[in-house]
């Protein structure tokens, strides 16, 4: 699907949500939603865990709601902030994430504008987004009483705040924070080249023939991207162990597991 003339149509009215004031406006919201976290920590630390013992097995398909609305809007901040930055944006789809069917927004066109910072701008706005979002919900969650409301605000939160600090801000994998990394050190492909370079020492070390190192990086910067690489991979290993032994907790008090 071309989504360029709808975006251009968004932009038109949304674009402002990556304005500087708005951007201001944004970071002093999400500072507010972290000092009143670290203001009143004592009683988060009580409620949190109360009101998520509630979430079962029927909260799936709030969560399923909620994770593809936040990727809807997660996708739309990278294409708006794209055609705000005068690239476009020339595919738009659908992919299943945790069995859950979420938009992606092709950006890739943002690699032919000249500047990384535009370039890294587009890559952090979908979590911008969520993030910002998150914060509101949190002075809402804390403002209202239980309830449908109450409970959909706190599961956003806990959506927007898993989603990226453990998946879309986490460099090891490739989602934004990956980009990020990627511009910010300037090396294209990383994740390729990481690996690449990681096999090349393994096979190396246990003496088997390898290609030759990158003649275009330091030596530094080659050994630096064989631990990225292998950091990535250990990270990915845990993730999987990890969030298999949650679904296994969670279900276990319903009689299933998966375990």
């Known amino acids: 699907m071309d989504p360029d003339r709808t975006l251009t149509f968004l932009t038109r009215y949304f674009g402002w949500v990556f304005a500087?004031?708005?951007?201001?406006?944004?970071?002093?919201?999400?500072?507010?939603?972290?000092?009143?976290?670290?203001?009143?920590?004592?009683?988060?630390?009580?409620?949190?865990p109360e009101e998520a013992a509630?979430?079962?097995?029927?909260?799936?398909?709030?969560?399923?709601?909620?994770?593809?609305?936040?990727?809807?809007?997660?996708?739309?901040?990278?294409?708006?902030?794209c055609k705000r930055a005068g690239g476009e944006v020339r595919e738009l789809g659908v992919l299943f994430l945790v069995f859950t069917p979420c938009l992606y927004c092709n950006v890739s066109d943002a690699w032919l504008l000249p500047s990384r910072w535009q370039r890294m701008a587009i890559s952090a706005a979908g979590m911008w987004v969520e993030v910002v979002l998150a914060s509101a919900c949190v002075w809402l969650w804390w403002g209202s009483t239980p309830g449908w409301f109450h409970s959909t605000c706190l599961q956003i939160v806990f959506i927007s705040g898993v989603s990226t600090l453990l998946f879309n801000a986490n460099p090891l994998l490739r989602y934004d924070g990956y980009f990020l990394l990627s511009d910010l050190c300037g090396v294209a492909n990383l994740q390729?080249?990481?690996?690449?370079?990681?096999?090349?020492?393994?096979?190396?070390?246990i003496g088997l023939a390898s290609d030759p190192p990158a003649v275009d990086l330091p030596r530094s910067?080659?050994?630096?991207?064989?631990?990225?690489?292998?950091?990535?991979?250990?990270?990915?290993?845990?993730?999987?162990?990890?969030?298999?032994?949650?679904?296994?907790?969670?279900?276990?008090?319903?009689?299933?597991?998966?375990?």
């Open 20 to 48: 500087p004031w708005a951007i201001v406006a944004g970071a002093a919201l999400i500072v507010s939603a972290l000092v009143l976290w670290l203001v009143r920590f004592d009683e988060f630390a009580r409620r949190l």
């Open 54 to 81: 509630q979430w079962n097995v029927s909260d799936l398909s709030s969560f399923a709601l909620i994770l593809a609305s936040l990727k809807v809007l997660h996708e739309l901040g990278h294409g708006i902030s």
């Open 192 to 205: 390729q080249r990481s690996f690449q370079e990681l096999s090349r020492r393994v096979r190396r070390a």
């Open 221 to 259: 910067q080659r050994r630096w991207l064989a631990l990225y690489a292998l950091a990535a991979f250990l990270y990915r290993c845990s993730m999987i162990v990890a969030i298999l032994w949650l679904l296994d907790r969670w279900l276990e008090p319903q009689g299933l597991r998966l375990l």
